[in-house]
Structure formats: structure tokens, C-alpha cells
């Protein structure tokens, strides 16, 4: 079987690449940096002319700012987006919060919701893990209870990505604490501007501000904002974790640090020269290029999936397993030649690739662990993808 895309799919990944081309600094090497106020700025820039040439949402419905494009269409977007480790790409917002929306929400969050997404106008934010609550997500404490109109939620969340810069938060709750774990959790939606939410920040080992935990001291939320119905959010909020999981970030992002390597190993200007000529090395890069075609290839055909219909399960635990494991080990590869070179700061006299391979491996430590841990995904695929048993 030959994979193609179609001349339409070519037509469009080549006009984004001129897009990308034209507003990415000339020196951009990536990724962004959220702590800084410049990167944040270039990430706003970049979601507007997105938005405004109709690819943010593209696969979208029409009625909410989309084009009603293929998910296929969608996942070129995301693939050229992380292989040029561009800014803009709201995925809380448009991959994960807006199409579980449009599944669970009713017509009229749809319309309060969706646009602002589909327009660039709103930076959405995931409250799922908590301090005491990670791999084990029913386990959740946050509590929201029913006061009038409204719901007060007092708790805390953790790990939470761009709560220092998020509008609003999509988040599980506790609702019914007598219930059995999976049956008293709702999803509600947050303003992150309520009275009595703070945001702390976590600066990770890598030196960036990226991850928050943010907590809620009697934070009023109207009842408005519950998505699907009380009581039933776990549903909901497994369909997040779907489209989550089904990116092709990793992948992009493992190919990209991959081909800078392979130029890096053929400059002539690299430090380390003998790994130009080390039979071992050029061996181990074709190990690295097969693994990471064959973890792309599974997430094409998660978007295959999708454009069927389907909300993939254990297929996209299956690709963010694969992908998200070859992406360390090419980053542990790329540390490993470059030895004590590639881990001296930038704008050391002799940092090689600006010291980025250390920094982008320290930052993706937590790769195998977000979204659900890699251990997690691997029960997925063994129960949901293989049929077996439990114990």
C-alpha cells in the first residue's frame, strides 16, 4: 500500500509552510517559551493570521467557524505546526475543549464558546490532574457544590499548561461525593478571572514556565457552565483525553529534532567530527528515522479513523505511546553525540545547536507522562485495543 496525500492536502501544506516562512523569525529555532512575554506575543500574532485565513478550526463545522475539512486536513495543520515548532497552535482550545464541546454541550454554549476559539480570540486551559491525583483521575477531590444558580468549587489543580495565560478553563469536578468515583464527577468551564482562583506558578528543570497549579477557594461558576449533564462528566472528559491523545505533535516533533541532527552529524563545522564517519552512528539515526515514520504513520491513522466517524481509543494510546517514546529517544541520541557541547547554555563560546537538545529533552521528560501516562496507555491498549481481562 502506497500513502498519499491528495493534491488538495500538497496545496494547502505548502501554502502553510509559506505562512510559517513569513512570520517566524528568521532566526527561529523553537519551541516557544510561554514564561516569555515575546514568545507569548509571537503566539497571538500567529493564532490571528491562522484564524483569519481559516485554519485553526478548519475541520470544524461551518456553522462554528470551520470549513468542514477532512480531520486528515487537520492533522497535516498540526504536523507542519510542530515540525517548524510554531507558536499559535491552540490545541486546549481547538483539538481537545471545542470538538468535545460539540458533543456534549448544548447549542448554546456551542455558540458562546466555539466562535471566540475559531476566531483566535480566547486561550483555553486543562483542569484535570490535581496534587493527589494523576494516573488515578476518578480519585479527584475538587469539589463543586450546588448553591442557587450557581456551583462553588473549592480544591486544586496541578500540572495545569498555560493557567498563567488561559481565559478560561475546562475542568473535572466532584458533584456527588457518596457516588461511586467515575459516577459524581462533572465538567465544568471556568473563567479564569473569577474571584478566588490563584495561579501559582512551576518552573520546570528545563528553566521554563510552563506547567501551574491554580486554586479555587469558593470560586462561584454558574450553572450554565456545566457541560453534558450533572454527574456525568467522566464520559465528557474521557472524549478530551481522546482527542488529546491522538495528535501528531510528538511525532512532527521527534522528525524535526531528528533531520537537525542528521545535518548537524554531516556539518562540517561540528564539533564532534567523528560521528560523521562512526558506522554505529549512521546506523543508529536509520534505527531512529524507521521508528519515527512508523509512529507517524499510526497517527495518520488515528486522523484516518476520525474522518470515519470514530473516536479512536486505543489507537490513540497506541500512537501517543509510539510517538512520544521515539521523540526521547532521539532527543537522548542528539545529547548523547553532542556530549558535554550540547549541554552548555546558549550563547556559550562553544554550545552546539545552542544547547537546544538539552533543553528540549529536560523539558519533554514529561512527554511518556501527560495526557495519561505511558503505563496508563498501555493498560488502554490491552483491555480496549486487545480484549483482555483486567487481572
Not at 488529546?244 to 541532527?261: K, N, V
Not at 491513522?301 to 521523540?327: F, H, L, N, T
Request: proline content about 4%; overall charge negative; charged content about 25%.
Amino acid at each position: 500500500m502506497r500513502f498519499d496525500f491528495t493534491p488538495e492536502e500538497k496545496d494547502f501544506k505548502r501554502q502553510l509552510s509559506s505562512f510559517l516562512d513569513d512570520v517566524l523569525p528568521t532566526d527561529w529555532h523553537g519551541p516557544a517559551d510561554e514564561s516569555r512575554d515575546d514568545h507569548w506575543t509571537l503566539n497571538q500574532d500567529i493564532k490571528k493570521g491562522l484564524a483569519e485565513r481559516g485554519w485553526l478550526v478548519m475541520s470544524w463545522p461551518k456553522e462554528y467557524g470551520g470549513a468542514d475539512s477532512s480531520p486528515m486536513m487537520n492533522t497535516i495543520f498540526a504536523e507542519e505546526m510542530a515540525y517548524r515548532r510554531a507558536p499559535g497552535h491552540d490545541r486546549f482550545g481547538t483539538r481537545m475543549f471545542g470538538p468535545t464541546l460539540m458533543r456534549f454541550g448544548t447549542e448554546e454554549q456551542r455558540k458562546r464558546h466555539l466562535g471566540s476559539i475559531a476566531r483566535g480570540e480566547i486561550q483555553w486551559c486543562q483542569g484535570y490532574s490535581e496534587p493527589n491525583s494523576g494516573s488515578d483521575l476518578a480519585s479527584l477531590q475538587t469539589r463543586a457544590i450546588e448553591d442557587g444558580n450557581d456551583f462553588l468549587v473549592t480544591g486544586a489543580k496541578i500540572w495545569t499548561s498555560l493557567a498563567h495565560r488561559a481565559d478560561m478553563m475546562f475542568m473535572l469536578v466532584r458533584t456527588d461525593p457518596e457516588a461511586a468515583p467515575h459516577k459524581g464527577i462533572s465538567l465544568i468551564l471556568v473563567d479564569m478571572k473569577s474571584p478566588g482562583v490563584e495561579v501559582l506558578p512551576i518552573v520546570n528543570m528545563a528553566g521554563v514556565h510552563s506547567f501551574n497549579q491554580v486554586v479555587f477557594d469558593n470560586v462561584r461558576v454558574p450553572k450554565s457552565n456545566l457541560v453534558g449533564d450533572l454527574n456525568d462528566g467522566w464520559r465528557a472528559g474521557m472524549t478530551v483525553l481522546n482527542f488529546e491523545r491522538s495528535g501528531i505533535d510528538y511525532a512532527a516533533w521527534a522528525r524535526a529534532a531528528l533531520e537537525e541532527m542528521v545535518d548537524y552529524v554531516n556539518s562540517d563545522e561540528a564539533a564532534v567530527t567523528s560521528a560523521k564517519t562512526d558506522s554505529t552512528v549512521r546506523i543508529k539515526l536509520a534505527e531512529l528515522h524507521m521508528e519515527v515514520e512508523a509512529a507517524r504513520l499510526m497517527c495518520y491513522d488515528v486522523s484516518y479513523r476520525q474522518g470515519k466517524g470514530e473516536i479512536p481509543s486505543s489507537e490513540a494510546s497506541m500512537s501517543k505511546v509510539a510517538a512520544s517514546e521515539v521523540y526521547l529517544k532521539v532527543l537522548d541520541y542528539g545529547v548523547e553525540i553532542l556530549g558535554m557541547y550540547g549541554v552548555l547554555e546558549p550563547g556559550s563560546d562553544q554550545a552546539e545547536l545552542q544547547g537546544r537538545f538539552f533543553k528540549m529533552r529536560l523539558f519533554y521528560t514529561s512527554g511518556p507522562i501527560l495526557a495519561g501516562t505511558n503505563e496508563i496507555q498501555k493498560n488502554i491498549i490491552a483491555q480496549r485495543g486487545l480484549g483482555l481481562p483486567r487481572k
